[in-house]
């Protein structure tokens, strides 16, 4: 299994376990290419998170693209390399 394909599911089990709304997008053919591959809401923030992991953990300048934009409409755009970088992010937006 490709390691970024186990942090797809780690993160994915986490949000659906906790009842965080999700979104986890494909990259197929229907998809515009370079978006982030999990968005999520977590009170009251978008997020649209890059999953990196392995040897090259870098987002592709296509991606950091689609982060910048996010960023720049208020939400929050970020690559993630471990569900702990997910855990900290969502506890640092708890109120």
């Known amino acids: ?43 009251g923030h978008f997020i649209g998170c890059e999953l990196k992991r392995g040897l090259d953990n870098q987002p592709t300048a296509l991606q950091l693209k689609h982060l910048r934009e996010i960023r720049e409409s208020g939400g929050i755009g970020t690559w993630i390399t471990t569900l702990l970088e997910l855990t900290d992010l969502l506890g640092s937006l708890d109120h």
């Open 1 to 43: 299994m490709r390691l970024e394909k186990t942090l797809q599911d780690e993160c994915l089990d986490y949000l659906n376990a906790r009842h965080i709304y999700n979104v986890n997008t494909h990259g197929d053919a229907w998809e515009r290419r370079g978006r982030p591959d999990i968005y999520l809401c977590y009170c």
